[in-house]
């Protein structure tokens, strides 16, 4: 089984910049989309092959989520069950028969850090209670855009980015205490190295220089580690700041 994420920053505007092309060759069982930035109704596609589940944001324009799946879910949910943290479209849960699969765009701390105790203090501790009640009921598989560099080595310039949104102590700490919970960051189990980055700016030639950020991630319930037999970014692959991650799986 292949499962990609992606974030599209506007899946409208990336519909005219290669998604389709991509999803015919990627070959992908499931793909998780994040900051999709559109409602059902205005997105013309019928993405050929796939259910398709959305969560949008109510804000229009902004955030929002969705899930591509060849194979229908058991149950699809959107939210983590709390009003304070759902109206942003951020979390498509779909329960298959072996896991639940988790599409997550976690808040960014934005400039000036103005999110960044909502992020740390709110978020975090209840998405981590999220995926562990699912965890006591089977294995979990999330993926999406994190909105953090967890070390030095998941972002080209540590030094210069210290206080800057998505490298702070504090976020990288949220993100230990969801690893520190069990959960495997997939693509560190094959590429111990540095140089691999899922966004990079689009200020001074970033990307074509390769001074991006690693922020996207697939991490699994340790019950699924033997089941993983790879994990990938692709960087080739253009139409957004981000570029596809993805891990395969034997399930």
């Known amino acids: 089984m292949k499962i990609v994420t992606w974030n599209v920053n506007g899946l409208r505007s990336i519909l005219g910049k290669g998604l389709p092309d991509y999803l015919q060759t990627a070959e992908a069982d499931i793909v998780c989309l994040q900051e999709i930035k559109a409602r059902p109704e205005q997105v013309a596609h019928d993405f050929s092959g796939y259910h398709i589940f959305w969560n949008p944001a109510q804000r229009p324009g902004y955030s929002g989520t969705a899930i591509l799946t060849r194979q229908r879910p058991l149950s699809v949910t959107n939210g ?45 501790p209840a998405f981590l209670s999220f995926l562990l009640a699912l965890e006591s009921r089977k294995p979990v598989l999330f993926c999406g855009d994190m909105n953090v560099a967890h070390r030095e080595i998941d972002l080209a310039r540590p030094k210069a980015n210290l206080r800057n949104a998505g490298f702070t102590i504090e976020e990288r700490e949220a993100f230990d205490r969801i690893l520190d919970a069990g959960f495997v960051d997939s693509f560190r189990e094959f590429h ?11 200020q001074n030639g970033a990307r074509e220089r390769n001074i991006g950020w690693r922020i996207d991630y697939v991490c699994i319930s340790p019950r699924l580690r033997p089941a993983l037999q790879s994990a990938f970014i692709e960087p080739h692959v253009l139409g957004s700041d981000h570029c596809p991650t993805g891990v395969i799986m034997q399930l």
């Open 80 to 124: 983590m069950g709390h009003p304070a943290h759902d109206n942003e479209g951020r979390i498509v849960t779909a329960e298959f028969q072996d896991f639940f699969l988790v599409n997550v765009y976690t808040p960014n701390s934005q400039r000036e850090l103005t999110r960044l105790r909502y992020r740390t203090q709110e978020w975090t």
């Open 192 to 202: 111990p190295g540095g140089g691999h980055y899922t966004w990079w700016s689009y």
